[in-house]
């Protein structure tokens, strides 16, 4: 950020007054801006035994497989985001029920946390959105495991097909971190009783 959105003066990064983390100041208006993660919203979309994947069509990881996920907007909460986002990539209708809140990732690394919402598909129709070149169902054994496009996906599929087994499905929450050589660890963090 170089400019002032409020009154287009050069900002100065520098620790606010009351504060303790550097921020862009502007002097001429007095204003901060503040820039704080994103949230990446997303469903799991489960019919049967099989979940919906969809395969990417644009960057970062393209031509890999996801669950459909995308940026929270403005005005939504978590999970109205998550299904919107569930229909524009998926074209899919979904079903969230009350404990459908499933996995969540925070990636302080780069700024971002994920929210996965265990849902269930309304009906056999989907079809890929305009980020996704291909939408389709798969069962545990049909899972391109090579191919998932984010660790925080495989790991979401991964405790889903494990918690199937036992039909609890509580609530996690991860860390994920990345070392130097970009290798990722991920590690459990909090984990409700479901």
């Known amino acids: 950020m170089k400019y002032c959105c409020d009154c287009a003066a050069l900002l100065e990064v520098r620790i606010p007054e009351g504060d303790?983390?550097?921020?862009h100041c502007c002097d001429?208006?007095?204003?901060?801006h503040y820039q704080n993660p994103k949230n990446v919203v997303g469903t799991l979309p489960v019919y049967g035994d099989q979940i919906l994947l969809c395969k990417r069509a644009i960057s970062p990881r393209s031509g890999k497989?996801?669950?459909?996920?995308?940026f929270m907007e403005n005005g939504e909460s978590s999970l109205t985001g998550a299904?919107?986002?569930?229909k524009e990539e998926a074209g899919a209708v979904v079903i969230?029920?009350?404990n459908s809140l499933y996995t969540l990732?925070?990636?302080?690394?780069?700024?971002?946390m994920y929210l996965f919402f265990r849902v269930e598909l309304a009906n056999l129709k989907f079809s890929p959105g305009i980020e996704s070149e291909e939408v389709a169902l798969f069962s545990e054994s049909e899972i391109p495991w090579e191919e998932i496009a984010f660790p925080v996906v495989k790991t979401t599929l991964k405790q889903y097909?494990?918690?199937i087994k036992s039909n609890n499905f509580?609530?996690?929450m991860f860390d994920v971190h990345h070392d130097q050589s970009r290798k990722i660890s991920t590690k459990v963090i909090s984990c409700s009783d479901s």
Not at 20 to 23: G, H, I, K, T, V
Not at 83 to 86: G, L, M, N, P, S
Not at 105 to 112: A, G, K, R, S, V
């Open 20 to 23: 303790e983390r550097p921020r």
């Open 28 to 32: 001429r208006c007095g204003s901060i």
């Open 65 to 70: 497989w996801t669950l459909p996920a995308g």
């Open 83 to 86: 299904i919107r986002e569930t």
């Open 96 to 98: 969230a029920k009350k």
């Open 105 to 112: 990732f925070n990636l302080p690394d780069i700024n971002q």
């Open 161 to 163: 097909f494990q918690d």
């Open 170 to 172: 509580p609530v996690r």
